[in-house]
């Protein structure tokens, strides 16, 4: 069966792929992971007061939408990654793709603070659709991809799982 494609599985395809077939088979680690409780923490105490959280269709997990069509995107990291801007691209896609166009969207970074716009191009568009193609091949193989040791592994939930 065809298995509906996340927001965090856009992010974790750019992260690492191996992650990605784990989490698509659902091997959760993720709550025993320090970085990870720091991601849920920052999400509950930060931006309290205009919060609104949203999921739809169980795909998609906005954060909160602060004003008007803003598509609002909280993210824990020290740095600006490639991984969660393509996320966010993914939520207007997948919105848009329903018909909810003319939306803004915006990543916070709190431990930065720093905000960035996201924008949708034709050619995002066409890379998303490659990405989503790939992430169903990579959900369908047997095996996870091949180990391949990367500067997040140390603070990555299956580290055990992969460092045996
Ligand atoms: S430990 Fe490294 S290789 Fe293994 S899933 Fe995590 S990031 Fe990927």
């Not at 999400?43 to 997990?61: A, L, M, Q, S």
């Not at 924008?119 to 890379?127: A, K, T, V």
Request: hydrophobic share 35%; net charge negative.
């Amino acid at each position: 069966m065809e298995k509906r494609i996340t927001g965090v599985m856009i992010y974790y395809y750019f992260i690492c792929k191996r992650k990605l077939w784990y989490f698509c088979h659902e091997i959760n680690m993720e709550n025993d992971n320090e970085n990870v409780m720091l991601g849920k923490l920052l999400d509950e105490t930060t931006y309290r007061r205009d919060e609104k959280h949203f999921n739809i269709d169980n795909v998609i997990n906005i954060d909160f939408i602060k004003e008007h069509k803003e598509l609002h995107e909280v993210k824990k990291s020290r740095a600006i990654e490639e991984a969660g801007i393509w996320q966010v691209k993914y939520y207007l896609y997948y919105l848009r793709q329903r018909g909810v166009t003319n939306l803004k969207a915006q990543i916070d970074y709190p431990l930065l603070k720093k905000n960035l716009i996201i924008e949708l191009s034709d050619e995002d568009i066409c890379e998303l659709e490659n990405v989503i193609s790939n992430i169903s091949e990579i959900n369908n193989q047997d095996m996870p991809p091949n180990f391949c040791q990367k500067r997040i592994c140390g603070k990555c939930a299956y580290h055990d799982l992969c460092f045996i």
